[in-house]
């Protein structure tokens, strides 16, 4: 098991003076809310939710993010077009791809369109925010 000291993005919410403003992107209700569970661990982020595709890039293009996780199967648009369609509104902001049942040719399609990584659901804590620790420390110092 992967343990994550978020120490480390404390420290970095504190010397950027606000925490980092996630956005999570998922269908599943209950996904949605373990991850929001998950970052409410620790001050140092912030989180927005999205539940689908339309409503992702809708606050995307309103609001600032440091972080997206983003389902890749949804009912309303795949995780492609929103990653497709995000990248063209913030070309900079990191996206972290989150699925249980994506195909291998799904998951590569992903990165090469610029996704950050990829986590299989389901999804552990300490891989959780390890995952999200290493892309925002990986955007602050970039």
């Not at 120490?7 to 970095?12: G, V």
């Not at 925490?19 to 927005?48: G, M, Q």
């Not at 999205?50 to 199967?73: F, N, P, R, W």
């Amino acid at each position: 098991m992967q343990k994550i000291d978020t120490h480390l993005l404390m420290t970095a919410a504190q010397e950027r003076g606000k925490p980092f403003n996630v956005l999570i992107v998922d269908d599943e209700k209950w996904v949605r809310e373990v991850f929001r569970d998950y970052c409410d661990l620790t001050s140092a982020i912030s989180v927005d939710i999205a539940q689908s595709g339309s409503e992702a890039m809708s606050k995307v293009q309103s609001t600032d993010y440091d972080l997206m996780t983003l389902d890749l199967i949804m009912p309303d648009m795949s995780g492609l077009d929103v990653l497709e369609a995000v990248k063209k509104i913030a070309p900079k902001l990191p996206v972290m791809i989150v699925t249980g049942n994506a195909t291998d040719k799904l998951v590569n399609e992903a990165g090469v369109m610029g996704a950050r990584g990829v986590l299989y659901k389901p999804v552990t804590i300490d891989g959780f925010l390890a995952e999200l620790t290493s892309a925002l420390m990986k955007n602050t110092i970039a």
